[in-house]
Protein backbone atom coordinates (compact mmCIF):
# COMPACT_ATOMS: atom_id res chain seq x y z
CA UNK A 1 0.00 0.00 0.00
CA UNK A 2 0.80 3.67 -0.13
CA UNK A 3 0.10 6.63 1.65
CA UNK A 4 -2.25 10.00 -0.36
CA UNK A 5 0.72 12.23 0.74
CA UNK A 6 3.49 10.34 -0.99
CA UNK A 7 0.85 9.95 -3.99
CA UNK A 8 0.40 13.89 -3.78
CA UNK A 9 4.28 14.28 -3.06
CA UNK A 10 5.45 12.23 -6.34
CA UNK A 11 2.61 13.85 -8.84
CA UNK A 12 3.03 17.46 -7.50
CA UNK A 13 6.78 16.93 -9.67
CA UNK A 14 4.23 16.43 -12.75
CA UNK A 15 1.95 19.44 -12.30
CA UNK A 16 -0.74 17.68 -10.58
CA UNK A 17 -2.69 19.72 -8.06
CA UNK A 18 -4.53 18.25 -4.88
CA UNK A 19 -7.55 20.81 -4.65
CA UNK A 20 -9.53 18.62 -2.16
CA UNK A 21 -8.72 16.24 0.39
CA UNK A 22 -10.03 13.59 3.21
CA UNK A 23 -9.58 14.27 7.15
CA UNK A 24 -5.70 12.96 7.11
CA UNK A 25 -3.13 12.57 4.24
CA UNK A 26 -1.91 9.62 6.14
CA UNK A 27 -4.79 7.21 4.38
CA UNK A 28 -3.51 4.43 2.67
CA UNK A 29 -3.37 3.54 -1.03
CA UNK A 30 -3.80 0.18 -2.14
CA UNK A 31 -5.61 -0.47 -5.71
CA UNK A 32 -6.04 1.38 -8.91
CA UNK A 33 -8.93 1.66 -11.14
CA UNK A 34 -10.38 3.39 -14.39
CA UNK A 35 -13.56 3.96 -15.77
CA UNK A 36 -15.20 0.84 -18.43
CA UNK A 37 -18.14 0.80 -20.17
CA UNK A 38 -18.13 -3.12 -19.93
CA UNK A 39 -18.40 -2.63 -16.09
CA UNK A 40 -20.17 -1.64 -14.06
CA UNK A 41 -18.42 -2.62 -10.69
CA UNK A 42 -15.57 -0.76 -11.28
CA UNK A 43 -13.79 0.12 -7.58
CA UNK A 44 -10.77 0.73 -6.21
CA UNK A 45 -8.47 3.37 -4.08
CA UNK A 46 -7.51 5.74 -6.65
CA UNK A 47 -9.52 6.64 -9.76
CA UNK A 48 -8.31 7.71 -12.70
CA UNK A 49 -11.17 9.67 -14.50
CA UNK A 50 -10.61 9.37 -17.85
CA UNK A 51 -13.25 10.37 -20.37
CA UNK A 52 -14.69 12.44 -17.80
CA UNK A 53 -16.70 15.23 -19.01
CA UNK A 54 -16.34 17.62 -15.98
CA UNK A 55 -14.83 17.68 -12.20
CA UNK A 56 -17.77 17.19 -10.96
CA UNK A 57 -18.73 14.02 -13.41
CA UNK A 58 -15.20 12.45 -12.11
CA UNK A 59 -15.89 13.16 -7.89
CA UNK A 60 -19.16 11.07 -9.32
CA UNK A 61 -17.55 8.42 -10.54
CA UNK A 62 -15.09 8.48 -7.76
CA UNK A 63 -18.01 7.83 -5.08
CA UNK A 64 -19.53 5.30 -7.29
CA UNK A 65 -16.09 3.25 -7.45
CA UNK A 66 -15.54 3.62 -3.53
CA UNK A 67 -12.42 5.70 -4.14
CA UNK A 68 -10.53 7.96 -1.69
CA UNK A 69 -8.80 10.18 -4.75
CA UNK A 70 -9.56 10.70 -8.25
CA UNK A 71 -6.96 12.20 -10.54
CA UNK A 72 -8.89 14.35 -13.54
CA UNK A 73 -7.41 16.52 -16.68
CA UNK A 74 -8.43 20.32 -16.04
CA UNK A 75 -7.19 23.21 -16.09
CA UNK A 76 -6.83 25.88 -13.44
CA UNK A 77 -9.92 27.81 -14.04
CA UNK A 78 -11.50 24.02 -12.43
CA UNK A 79 -9.97 24.33 -8.87
CA UNK A 80 -13.04 26.20 -7.36
CA UNK A 81 -14.97 23.28 -8.78
CA UNK A 82 -12.59 20.58 -7.86
CA UNK A 83 -12.36 22.03 -3.89
CA UNK A 84 -16.33 21.98 -3.53
CA UNK A 85 -17.18 18.59 -5.10
CA UNK A 86 -14.62 16.88 -3.33
CA UNK A 87 -15.26 18.56 -0.11
CA UNK A 88 -18.77 17.70 -0.55
CA UNK A 89 -18.60 14.11 -1.26
CA UNK A 90 -15.31 13.94 1.08
CA UNK A 91 -13.03 12.91 -2.23
CA UNK A 92 -9.19 13.98 -2.28
CA UNK A 93 -9.34 15.61 -6.03
CA UNK A 94 -6.53 15.74 -7.66
CA UNK A 95 -6.06 18.13 -11.09
CA UNK A 96 -4.02 16.63 -14.03
CA UNK A 97 -2.48 19.69 -16.35
CA UNK A 98 -3.95 18.67 -19.34
CA UNK A 99 -0.54 18.52 -21.06
CA UNK A 100 0.26 15.45 -18.94
CA UNK A 101 -0.87 11.95 -20.60
CA UNK A 102 -3.04 9.72 -19.01
CA UNK A 103 -0.27 6.73 -20.32
CA UNK A 104 2.30 8.76 -18.38
CA UNK A 105 0.05 9.41 -14.94
CA UNK A 106 -1.19 5.57 -15.41
CA UNK A 107 2.45 4.07 -15.38
CA UNK A 108 3.37 6.84 -12.40
CA UNK A 109 -0.19 6.20 -10.34
CA UNK A 110 0.15 2.30 -10.72
CA UNK A 111 4.24 1.64 -9.96
CA UNK A 112 3.52 4.14 -6.73
CA UNK A 113 0.55 2.44 -5.63
CA UNK A 114 1.25 -1.66 -6.55
CA UNK A 115 4.76 -1.15 -5.68
CA UNK A 116 4.05 0.50 -2.03
CA UNK A 117 2.19 -2.89 -1.35
CA UNK A 118 5.66 -4.77 -2.50
CA UNK A 119 8.15 -2.24 -0.57
CA UNK A 120 6.41 -0.79 2.37
CA UNK A 121 6.53 -2.67 5.64
CA UNK A 122 2.78 -3.08 6.20
CA UNK A 123 3.36 -6.84 6.50
CA UNK A 124 1.46 -7.61 3.05
CA UNK A 125 2.25 -10.66 0.65
CA UNK A 126 5.76 -9.58 -0.70
CA UNK A 127 7.87 -7.01 1.34
CA UNK A 128 10.45 -6.82 3.48
CA UNK A 129 9.28 -8.15 6.61
CA UNK A 130 7.29 -11.00 5.03
CA UNK A 131 10.29 -12.18 2.94
CA UNK A 132 11.63 -12.28 6.37
CA UNK A 133 9.08 -14.87 7.76
CA UNK A 134 9.34 -16.78 4.79
CA UNK A 135 13.02 -17.43 4.36
CA UNK A 136 13.04 -17.80 7.99
CA UNK A 137 10.89 -21.10 7.55
CA UNK A 138 13.15 -21.74 4.87
CA UNK A 139 16.50 -22.12 6.60
CA UNK A 140 14.92 -22.85 10.14
CA UNK A 141 16.69 -19.78 12.14
CA UNK A 142 15.47 -16.12 12.65
CA UNK A 143 16.33 -14.04 10.03
CA UNK A 144 17.67 -10.30 10.10
CA UNK A 145 18.07 -8.27 6.68
CA UNK A 146 20.39 -5.33 7.06
CA UNK A 147 21.76 -2.62 4.84
CA UNK A 148 25.82 -1.81 4.08
CA UNK A 149 25.71 -0.10 7.21
CA UNK A 150 24.30 -2.72 9.43
CA UNK A 151 21.10 -0.90 10.03
CA UNK A 152 18.46 -3.37 10.44
CA UNK A 153 15.41 -2.68 7.38
CA UNK A 154 13.23 -6.14 8.64
CA UNK A 155 13.63 -9.40 10.76
CA UNK A 156 11.44 -11.89 10.85
CA UNK A 157 8.80 -12.57 13.28
CA UNK A 158 9.61 -15.68 15.08
CA UNK A 159 12.05 -15.25 18.02
CA UNK A 160 12.87 -18.76 19.50
CA UNK A 161 15.53 -19.52 17.19
CA UNK A 162 17.50 -15.96 18.62
CA UNK A 163 19.83 -15.18 20.62
CA UNK A 164 20.54 -12.28 22.99
CA UNK A 165 22.58 -10.15 20.11
CA UNK A 166 20.09 -10.70 17.60
CA UNK A 167 17.62 -8.81 20.62
CA UNK A 168 19.79 -5.88 20.71
CA UNK A 169 21.17 -5.48 17.18
CA UNK A 170 16.81 -5.01 16.26
CA UNK A 171 16.52 -2.78 19.50
CA UNK A 172 18.76 -0.65 18.67
CA UNK A 173 17.76 -1.03 15.19
CA UNK A 174 21.58 -1.73 14.37
CA UNK A 175 24.34 -3.90 15.32
CA UNK A 176 25.51 -2.66 18.14
CA UNK A 177 29.56 -1.13 17.80
CA UNK A 178 30.64 -4.45 20.08
CA UNK A 179 29.18 -7.07 17.21
CA UNK A 180 30.34 -4.75 14.32
CA UNK A 181 34.00 -4.77 15.57
CA UNK A 182 33.91 -8.53 16.21
CA UNK A 183 32.74 -8.97 12.58
CA UNK A 184 35.55 -7.03 11.19
CA UNK A 185 37.80 -8.51 13.44
CA UNK A 186 36.87 -12.16 12.13
CA UNK A 187 37.03 -10.49 8.39
CA UNK A 188 33.18 -11.08 8.59
CA UNK A 189 32.77 -7.53 6.22
CA UNK A 190 35.34 -8.33 4.12
CA UNK A 191 34.52 -11.61 3.00
CA UNK A 192 30.66 -10.48 2.49
CA UNK A 193 32.02 -7.52 -0.04
CA UNK A 194 34.24 -9.99 -1.97
CA UNK A 195 32.13 -12.86 -2.80
CA UNK A 196 28.36 -14.30 -3.06
CA UNK A 197 28.46 -17.72 -1.08
CA UNK A 198 26.67 -17.54 2.27
CA UNK A 199 29.49 -17.16 5.06
CA UNK A 200 29.47 -18.85 8.99
CA UNK A 201 30.12 -16.68 11.89
CA UNK A 202 31.25 -18.41 14.78
CA UNK A 203 29.48 -18.50 18.15
CA UNK A 204 31.39 -16.35 20.72
CA UNK A 205 29.19 -16.53 24.19
CA UNK A 206 31.08 -13.54 25.62
CA UNK A 207 28.81 -11.52 23.31
CA UNK A 208 25.81 -13.81 23.27
CA UNK A 209 26.37 -14.51 19.51
CA UNK A 210 25.04 -18.60 19.08
CA UNK A 211 26.38 -18.32 15.49
CA UNK A 212 25.32 -16.73 12.44
CA UNK A 213 25.15 -17.47 8.43
CA UNK A 214 25.49 -14.25 6.74
CA UNK A 215 24.98 -13.43 3.50
CA UNK A 216 25.54 -10.42 0.96
CA UNK A 217 22.78 -8.74 -0.86
CA UNK A 218 24.21 -7.23 -3.98
CA UNK A 219 23.14 -5.48 -7.43
CA UNK A 220 25.75 -6.07 -9.90
CA UNK A 221 29.01 -5.26 -8.16
CA UNK A 222 27.20 -2.94 -5.41
CA UNK A 223 26.78 -4.05 -2.13
CA UNK A 224 23.14 -3.41 -1.17
CA UNK A 225 23.16 -4.85 2.37
CA UNK A 226 23.08 -8.42 3.77
CA UNK A 227 21.27 -11.00 5.05
CA UNK A 228 22.04 -12.82 8.73
CA UNK A 229 20.50 -16.23 10.08
CA UNK A 230 20.69 -17.25 13.87
CA UNK A 231 22.33 -21.01 13.75
CA UNK A 232 24.88 -22.90 16.13
CA UNK A 233 26.53 -24.58 12.33
CA UNK A 234 27.00 -23.56 9.06
CA UNK A 235 23.29 -24.06 6.75
CA UNK A 236 24.03 -26.94 4.23
CA UNK A 237 21.54 -28.33 1.04
CA UNK A 238 18.34 -27.09 0.55
CA UNK A 239 19.10 -24.43 3.95
CA UNK A 240 22.20 -23.11 2.23
CA UNK A 241 20.18 -22.59 -1.15
CA UNK A 242 17.52 -21.00 0.29
CA UNK A 243 19.54 -18.48 2.20
CA UNK A 244 21.26 -17.53 -1.32
CA UNK A 245 17.92 -17.28 -3.44
CA UNK A 246 16.64 -15.30 -0.26
CA UNK A 247 19.40 -12.70 -1.03
CA UNK A 248 18.64 -12.08 -4.51
CA UNK A 249 14.81 -11.62 -3.75
CA UNK A 250 15.74 -9.12 -1.12
CA UNK A 251 18.12 -7.49 -3.71
CA UNK A 252 14.66 -6.80 -5.86
CA UNK A 253 12.83 -5.56 -3.05
CA UNK A 254 15.84 -3.13 -1.87
CA UNK A 255 16.46 -1.55 -5.19
CA UNK A 256 12.49 -1.01 -6.06
CA UNK A 257 12.11 0.49 -2.82
CA UNK A 258 15.13 2.61 -3.23
CA UNK A 259 13.76 3.62 -6.83
CA UNK A 260 11.09 5.01 -5.54
CA UNK A 261 12.45 6.71 -2.79
CA UNK A 262 14.64 8.09 -5.29
CA UNK A 263 12.05 9.53 -7.22
CA UNK A 264 10.16 11.22 -4.18
CA UNK A 265 13.38 12.74 -3.18
CA UNK A 266 14.11 14.26 -6.73
CA UNK A 267 11.07 16.38 -6.89
CA UNK A 268 11.12 17.32 -3.46
CA UNK A 269 14.67 18.30 -3.71
CA UNK A 270 13.81 20.49 -6.51
CA UNK A 271 10.89 21.95 -5.17
CA UNK A 272 12.94 22.85 -1.83
CA UNK A 273 15.37 24.41 -3.66
CA UNK A 274 13.39 26.91 -5.38
CA UNK A 275 12.65 27.88 -2.48
CA UNK A 276 15.74 28.86 -1.13
CA UNK A 277 16.38 30.41 -4.03
CA UNK A 278 13.43 32.47 -4.63
CA UNK A 279 10.27 31.81 -6.49
CA UNK A 280 7.75 33.83 -6.92
CA UNK A 281 5.27 31.15 -6.43
CA UNK A 282 6.59 30.34 -2.97
CA UNK A 283 3.21 29.63 -1.23
CA UNK A 284 2.43 27.29 -4.08
CA UNK A 285 5.70 25.33 -3.91
CA UNK A 286 4.50 24.74 0.18
CA UNK A 287 1.57 23.22 -0.41
CA UNK A 288 3.14 21.12 -3.23
CA UNK A 289 5.28 19.94 -0.97
CA UNK A 290 2.96 19.47 1.71
CA UNK A 291 3.84 21.89 3.94
CA UNK A 292 1.20 23.99 6.36
CA UNK A 293 1.43 27.73 4.89
CA UNK A 294 2.96 29.21 8.06
CA UNK A 295 5.82 30.66 9.18
CA UNK A 296 8.88 27.97 9.13
CA UNK A 297 12.45 28.22 9.31
CA UNK A 298 15.79 27.12 7.13
CA UNK A 299 18.22 24.83 8.55
CA UNK A 300 21.69 24.61 7.28
CA UNK A 301 23.78 21.08 7.81
CA UNK A 302 27.29 19.97 6.98
CA UNK A 303 28.25 16.56 7.59
CA UNK A 304 31.92 15.51 8.24
CA UNK A 305 33.57 11.96 8.94
CA UNK A 306 36.65 10.30 6.93
CA UNK A 307 35.02 10.25 3.61
CA UNK A 308 33.33 14.08 3.47
CA UNK A 309 30.76 13.71 0.80
CA UNK A 310 29.55 9.67 2.25
CA UNK A 311 29.01 11.48 5.60
CA UNK A 312 26.73 14.22 3.60
CA UNK A 313 25.32 11.54 1.75
CA UNK A 314 23.82 9.81 4.82
CA UNK A 315 22.98 12.48 6.25
CA UNK A 316 20.87 12.93 3.11
CA UNK A 317 19.12 9.92 3.02
CA UNK A 318 18.40 9.80 7.00
CA UNK A 319 16.91 13.68 6.70
CA UNK A 320 14.68 12.10 3.62
CA UNK A 321 13.74 8.81 5.06
CA UNK A 322 10.25 7.77 4.74
CA UNK A 323 7.54 9.52 2.57
CA UNK A 324 5.00 12.49 1.87
CA UNK A 325 3.40 14.34 5.36
CA UNK A 326 5.31 11.72 7.73
CA UNK A 327 8.22 14.25 7.50
CA UNK A 328 7.88 17.10 9.90
CA UNK A 329 10.56 19.06 7.22
CA UNK A 330 11.25 18.88 3.50
CA UNK A 331 14.91 18.69 2.60
CA UNK A 332 18.01 19.35 -0.73
CA UNK A 333 21.55 19.12 -1.28
CA UNK A 334 22.95 22.03 -2.19
CA UNK A 335 27.12 21.81 -2.56
CA UNK A 336 28.52 20.62 0.69
CA UNK A 337 25.41 21.83 2.78
CA UNK A 338 22.51 19.51 3.09
CA UNK A 339 19.05 22.36 3.58
CA UNK A 340 15.96 21.62 5.89
CA UNK A 341 12.95 23.51 5.33
CA UNK A 342 11.18 23.19 8.78
CA UNK A 343 8.07 24.78 9.93
CA UNK A 344 7.37 25.88 12.65
CA UNK A 345 7.57 30.11 14.88
CA UNK A 346 9.87 28.32 17.63
CA UNK A 347 13.84 27.44 17.74
CA UNK A 348 13.57 24.86 19.96
CA UNK A 349 11.72 22.05 17.42
CA UNK A 350 14.92 23.26 14.70
CA UNK A 351 16.69 22.24 17.10
CA UNK A 352 15.10 18.91 18.31
CA UNK A 353 14.97 17.69 14.55
CA UNK A 354 19.10 18.72 14.25
CA UNK A 355 19.55 16.34 17.34
CA UNK A 356 17.33 13.71 15.74
CA UNK A 357 19.43 13.22 12.85
CA UNK A 358 22.70 13.55 14.92
CA UNK A 359 21.23 10.81 17.24
CA UNK A 360 20.11 8.50 13.35
CA UNK A 361 24.15 8.83 12.04
CA UNK A 362 26.64 6.64 12.65
CA UNK A 363 28.73 7.94 15.48
CA UNK A 364 31.86 8.66 13.28
CA UNK A 365 29.66 11.06 11.66
CA UNK A 366 29.87 14.57 12.87
CA UNK A 367 27.52 17.57 12.20
CA UNK A 368 27.37 20.91 12.25
CA UNK A 369 24.08 23.20 11.78
CA UNK A 370 22.81 26.28 11.74
CA UNK A 371 19.06 27.61 11.91
CA UNK A 372 17.49 30.92 10.35
CA UNK A 373 15.05 32.99 11.79
CA UNK A 374 11.11 32.01 10.92
CA UNK A 375 10.29 33.89 7.69
CA UNK A 376 7.20 33.20 5.18
CA UNK A 377 7.68 31.36 2.24
CA UNK A 378 8.59 34.04 0.48
CA UNK A 379 11.68 34.82 2.76
CA UNK A 380 12.92 31.51 2.76
CA UNK A 381 15.98 32.49 0.87
CA UNK A 382 16.75 35.15 3.60
CA UNK A 383 16.51 32.67 6.15
CA UNK A 384 18.88 30.72 4.42
CA UNK A 385 21.25 33.07 4.51
CA UNK A 386 20.67 33.68 8.12
CA UNK A 387 21.03 29.50 8.30
CA UNK A 388 24.46 29.40 6.66
CA UNK A 389 26.07 32.06 8.60
CA UNK A 390 25.01 30.30 11.96
CA UNK A 391 26.31 27.12 10.37
CA UNK A 392 29.70 28.72 9.92
CA UNK A 393 29.14 30.09 13.50
CA UNK A 394 28.71 27.00 14.82
CA UNK A 395 31.62 25.38 12.89
CA UNK A 396 33.88 27.81 14.87
CA UNK A 397 32.62 26.72 18.59
CA UNK A 398 32.60 23.26 17.34
CA UNK A 399 29.48 20.46 17.61
CA UNK A 400 29.22 20.18 21.61
CA UNK A 401 27.68 23.57 22.03
CA UNK A 402 24.07 23.95 20.94
CA UNK A 403 23.30 24.86 17.14
CA UNK A 404 23.08 28.25 17.21
CA UNK A 405 19.74 30.11 15.70
CA UNK A 406 19.57 33.85 14.09
CA UNK A 407 17.14 35.02 16.59
CA UNK A 408 19.61 34.28 19.85
CA UNK A 409 23.07 34.51 17.75
CA UNK A 410 22.44 37.42 15.47
CA UNK A 411 24.76 39.70 17.30
CA UNK A 412 27.61 36.93 17.33
CA UNK A 413 27.24 36.71 13.48
CA UNK A 414 27.62 40.48 12.93
CA UNK A 415 30.88 40.13 15.08
CA UNK A 416 31.56 37.43 12.76
CA UNK A 417 31.15 39.39 9.83
CA UNK A 418 33.43 42.34 11.40
CA UNK A 419 36.44 40.11 12.00
CA UNK A 420 36.18 38.43 8.58
CA UNK A 421 36.19 42.09 7.13
CA UNK A 422 39.21 43.03 9.57
CA UNK A 423 41.01 39.92 8.14
CA UNK A 424 40.91 41.03 4.92
CA UNK A 425 42.20 44.53 5.65
CA UNK A 426 38.67 46.25 5.15
CA UNK A 427 39.28 48.10 8.69
CA UNK A 428 40.92 51.49 8.93
CA UNK A 429 44.75 51.07 9.32
CA UNK A 430 44.98 54.50 11.42
CA UNK A 431 42.93 56.37 14.11
CA UNK A 432 42.40 56.22 17.90
CA UNK A 433 42.47 52.57 18.41
CA UNK A 434 44.98 51.51 16.25
CA UNK A 435 47.21 54.88 17.91
CA UNK A 436 46.22 52.87 21.29
CA UNK A 437 47.67 49.58 20.28
CA UNK A 438 50.96 50.87 18.95
CA UNK A 439 52.09 52.32 22.00
CA UNK A 440 51.05 49.32 24.19
CA UNK A 441 53.25 47.49 21.94
CA UNK A 442 55.77 49.88 22.24
CA UNK A 443 55.62 50.48 25.67
CA UNK A 444 54.06 47.71 27.48
CA UNK A 445 51.40 49.53 28.55
CA UNK A 446 47.06 48.54 28.91
CA UNK A 447 45.30 51.38 26.43
CA UNK A 448 43.37 49.51 24.74
CA UNK A 449 42.29 47.01 27.60
CA UNK A 450 41.20 50.35 28.87
CA UNK A 451 39.42 51.64 26.46
CA UNK A 452 37.22 48.36 25.70
CA UNK A 453 36.77 48.39 29.56
CA UNK A 454 35.28 52.09 29.57
CA UNK A 455 33.32 51.83 26.60
CA UNK A 456 31.41 48.62 27.68
CA UNK A 457 30.77 50.22 30.64
CA UNK A 458 29.34 52.96 29.06
CA UNK A 459 31.51 55.25 31.00
CA UNK A 460 31.19 54.23 34.45
CA UNK A 461 34.58 54.30 35.90
CA UNK A 462 33.71 52.14 38.66
CA UNK A 463 32.51 49.21 36.53
CA UNK A 464 35.78 49.82 34.09
CA UNK A 465 37.61 49.82 37.18
CA UNK A 466 36.28 46.05 38.20
CA UNK A 467 36.68 44.92 35.07
CA UNK A 468 40.70 45.78 34.98
CA UNK A 469 40.99 44.82 38.60
CA UNK A 470 42.38 48.60 39.03
CA UNK A 471 41.04 51.26 40.80
CA UNK A 472 39.07 53.90 39.38
CA UNK A 473 41.51 56.96 39.17
CA UNK A 474 43.95 54.54 37.50
CA UNK A 475 41.41 54.90 35.01
CA UNK A 476 40.72 58.07 35.21
CA UNK A 477 44.52 59.11 34.67
CA UNK A 478 45.17 56.52 31.59
CA UNK A 479 42.13 58.08 29.77
CA UNK A 480 43.93 61.16 30.41
CA UNK A 481 47.53 59.97 29.13
CA UNK A 482 45.43 58.29 26.42
CA UNK A 483 44.29 61.43 24.97
CA UNK A 484 47.38 62.99 24.69
CA UNK A 485 48.37 60.40 22.60
CA UNK A 486 45.79 60.47 20.07
CA UNK A 487 42.40 62.39 20.13
CA UNK A 488 39.81 59.96 21.44
CA UNK A 489 36.61 62.45 21.61
CA UNK A 490 34.98 60.60 23.89
CA UNK A 491 32.37 62.92 24.52
CA UNK A 492 31.31 62.39 20.45
CA UNK A 493 28.95 59.57 20.24
CA UNK A 494 29.78 58.74 16.49
CA UNK A 495 33.69 58.63 17.26
CA UNK A 496 32.64 56.76 20.75
CA UNK A 497 30.21 53.80 18.48
CA UNK A 498 33.12 53.56 15.99
CA UNK A 499 35.91 52.86 18.50
CA UNK A 500 33.48 49.72 19.86
CA UNK A 501 32.88 48.63 16.29
CA UNK A 502 36.65 48.55 15.79
CA UNK A 503 37.37 47.08 19.42
CA UNK A 504 34.53 44.67 17.88
CA UNK A 505 35.58 43.38 14.71
CA UNK A 506 39.36 42.33 16.54
CA UNK A 507 39.49 38.87 18.59
CA UNK A 508 39.32 39.59 22.51
Not at 163 to 178: M, S
Not at 346 to 352: F, I, K, P, T, Y
Request: proline share 5%; charged share 25%; aromatic share 4%.
Amino acid sequence: MVRLDRLVNVLGGYGVRLCSGPGTRSTQLRSVAMPDETDSRVSGDVLLAVGAASVTEAVRWAVSARATAVLVRAGAEAEREAAAAGDREGVAVLLVDPEVSWSQLAGIVYGLVLEGRETESGRGPTDLFALADSLADLVDGAVTIEDRLSRVLAYSRSQQAGDPARLETILARQVPDRLRELFQARGVFARLAAADEPVFVEPDPRHGLTGRMAVAVRAGRELLGSVWVTCGSPLTGARHRALADGARTVALHLLRSRASADLERQVESDLVIRLLEGSADAATVVSRLGLPQTTMRAIAVRAHATELHAALLLAFEQATTGFGWSRPGRSTLLGDTLYTVLPGEGSDAAREWVAGLRAALPSQVRIAAGIGAAAHAAELPASRQEADECLALHETVGPRVAPPTYDESWDDILLQRLRAAARTGRTPARGPVSALRGHDTAHATHYVATLRAWLEAQGDLGVAAERLGVHPNTVRNRLRRMSEITPLDLDDAGKRLAMIIMLAAEPL
